[in-house]
């Protein structure tokens, strides 16, 4: 143990850097978009027209555009952009990344409103259809604590949570939200309707003090399907190790989306853990070799993948991945007019997805929805005209 002094003299030590450190840091300037311009220039970006870049700053702002791309161009660590990119490269790939991220987000919205109807569907049938303002009252009440793992000391704060978020609803703040009428007509909340106003980190906290036998439920249908047995080759365990990945890697996807950040794998904390991962993806969705270079760890393959895995439906599973398609068909346009022989625009570098993402989603929606995905897909590509530069070049002739 280290004595008193020496933990004092290590503290005045810490303290003392620190001050030294805020000294030296760099100090905070505002900048007009002239002077935003001119640093542009002077890191080896191209604005050939002041005019267009102004609006372009005042749209997307120099952060967007500068500091997120600088990944793409050198590493954050280099000050020249390497590659020389002009402004509109930057806005392309800034536009590209966010547009492609927001089906990403609807894809999870998807799951995220199929893991609330799942988990709804037990506690309603299960533990009933109305609650009381006492968790420790056992009568016509799906919050009671008798009804979830009691050993799990989380258990009383999160159902506690729980009746704070219903009470909330009752209040005048939330007079326009359908639960708050549904309130005043009935004087209760069924747990359908309620979930649709619990934020999904409460929702999977939820889940998560279920006792276990209800929390396999959840899962395996999560997993499976509503309609379909889990294979016996999979534990429960395991499964349950999956999912909780998933829906972490999920939420906080959502979340950096949903807030309009930039999605980078290297400030994500959470992951696939390895065995669990392998255990659930058995048709070649991925290797052991891509996993170990962090394809699919929680990079956004590895949300695409949960994604997929939760949708049971053929017309989401198509819409899903038509919509991801349409979007990588609209870069690689915008590519070929703006930069067709140079790589400023490298589309999955943009987005950060490897080469055969969609043919192994697609194997996915096969292997789930048999014939039916493949003539769904096979008539998708034979109804979109390839596209072919010499043919867009022809019109604008």
Known sequence: ?????????????????????????????????????????????????????????????????????????????????????????????????????????????????????????????????????????????FLFRGHYDTEDSRTNGILKSLLNKQQYLQSDEQEHAYAHHFLLRNRQLPPWIFIHDVEFGLTIQWYNILREEDKNNVCAKMIWGETNDPPSNVSRKTAKRFLDDALQILREYRNTIAHGERVFPSEMRYAFSEEPLFAILRNGELTRDEYDVGIGLNDPYACLLAITTFIHDPILMFNFLTELQQQLDFGERIKHAIDPDGDNLDLLRIIGIPSFTMERLKNISHDKFGDVSRYYFTLLEESARPFAGEDFDKNLD
Do not use: W
């Open 1 to 141: 143990m280290l004595s008193m002094a020496t933990r004092l003299l290590s503290a005045t030590h810490f303290q003392e850097r620190a001050r030294n450190t805020i000294i030296m840091l760099k100090p905070i300037i505002f900048r007009t978009y002239e002077k935003q311009i001119e640093f542009m220039r002077n890191r080896g970006i191209r604005v050939p027209d002041e005019h267009e870049a102004t609006e372009a700053l005042s749209t997307f702002s120099y952060y967007s555009l500068v500091n997120l791309n600088k990944h793409l161009y050198g590493g954050l660590d280099v000050r020249t952009f390497l590659g020389n990119p002009s402004i509109l490269d930057l806005q392309l790939c800034h536009m590209i990344n966010m547009s492609f991220f927001q089906i990403v987000l609807k894809g999870i919205l998807y799951v995220e409103t199929s893991f609330k109807t799942k988990l709804s569907y037990l506690i309603s049938s299960q533990y009933g259809v109305t609650s009381k303002d006492d968790i420790y009252d056992p009568n016509n009440n």
